[in-house]
Nanobody
Framework: QVQLVESGGGSVQAGGSLRLSCIASGRALSDYAISWFRQAPGKEREFVATISRSVSLMTNYGDSVKGRFTISRDNAKSMAVLQMNSLKPEDTAVYYC?????????????????WGQGTQVTVSP
């Protein structure tokens, strides 16, 4: 099985950028579709972005982040990245990396088998 560790969270002002990383170990990252989810206090876990495990690298994004966030992966480095630009206070949440052994992941967090511990992102007005 794969272990996931996120990093790169922090505090930033609105309009700023952050880059989150998800490092995989234990098994090849190329075996998994990778997604990012987030959860704010008192709210349900929300789908952010997903990237397929295939060479064609299909991606999909939640409506609230389209055009601002970009997901990518480097299987040789066992790493997935979420580049977040034009951040808004409503982006404040704990961000989680998740993996599933499908060609591409979906927006339902229940479908994912492996999760990181999360990294906090705080965006101030």
């Amino acid at each position: 099985q794969v272990q996931l560790v996120e990093s790169g969270g922090g505090s930033v002002q609105a309009g700023g950028s952050l880059r989150l990383s998800c490092i995989a170990s234990g098994r090849a990252l190329s075996d998994y579709a990778i997604s990012w989810f987030r959860q704010a206090p008192g709210k349900e876990r929300e789908f952010v972005a997903t990237i397929s495990r295939s060479v064609s690298l299909m991606t999909n994004y939640g409506d609230s982040v389209k055009g601002r966030f970009t997901i990518s992966r480097d299987n040789a480095k066992s790493m997935a990245v979420l580049q977040m630009n034009s951040l808004k206070p409503e982006d404040t949440a704990v961000y989680y990396c998740a993996a599933v052994q499908n060609i591409i992941g979906g927006s339902n967090w229940n479908a994912y088998d492996y999760w990181g511990q999360g990294t906090q992102v705080t965006v101030s007005p």
